[in-house]
């Protein structure tokens, strides 16, 4: 009897803040990833404040192409930042105490961010697709009007789409347990402390991502496809190179993002259990696409690395 009722009472125990442990099996070094982390971070957010600076200074640049780049960065900085800041507390200041309307927030802000992110991936695609299988037609259709309804389009989408992923989480009943094994507010990581079925978080979880993490993904194959088949039909080599150099610097991104994404999605709905991969990845996404993005725009986009190299040589010379 006596058992039951301290079970009971257990039970009845709403826990008032989560505590974030870090990388599963390694809290005891994990610090040593706060270098590299915050690197990654800085180049984050410099890569992308001088691809924005860049983009504004620049007339030449003011092109729909452009636009979605830095839109993309606006929302990289912001993934980035909702995330970088509490892991390194984390790890410099062992702050590992998150109170629960704070993660809740924090775990809607992720999945706006990354919904966003996935959205601007769409639209370039899209851009690319028009611009070069579509040419003639391109300045009629990939407007400033059409740059600013996409933008809006997938911020509403992601915005009001996410809102149950929190809502259904704060209405879990999480008990004794409070250690969550990662660094951020993740929906599996904080759900499967509650001590009430957790399914139906699950199954938005999945509709969610396969709907339109998954319908964007397919559109962006097909627009990439469609590329594809139009440039092996050019005759112009100089043509053909160009295009498909705009095109690999999109490719290899999107590929980097929806591969982590897709690899978490599995492991998350076959319930296949390697944490301190699953949490690295996770931190991995939330810091690497936005230090990689404006790099390999830069790198690989010959109107941008020009436009770079010549503000920069400027910015030299005035010293």
Known sequence: MFQNLKASNISNIQVSEFILMGFPGIHSWQHWFSLPLALLYLLALSANILILIVIYQEPTLHQPMYYFLGILAVVDMGFATTIMPKILANLWFNAKAI???????????????????????????????????????????????????????????????????PILAAQRHYCSQNQIEHFLCSTLGVTSLSCDDRTINSIYQLILAWTFMGSDLGLTILSYALILHSVLKLNSAEAMSKALSTCTSHLILILFFYTIVIVMSIAHSAAISVPIIQVLLNVLHSVVPPALNPVVYAIKNKELRQVLYKVLKVHIKSN
Do not use: W
Request: with cysteine.
């Open 99 to 165: 109170s629960l309307p704070e993660c809740f927030l924090q775990m809607y802000v992720i999945h706006c961010f990354v919904g966003m992110e996935s959205g601007i991936f769409l639209c370039m695609a899209i851009d690319r697709y028009v611009a070069i299988c579509q040419p003639l037609r391109y300045p009629s259709i990939i407007t400033e009007s059409f740059v600013v309804k996409a933008t809006v389009v997938m911020a509403l989408r992601n915005t009001i789409c996410t809102i149950p992923v």
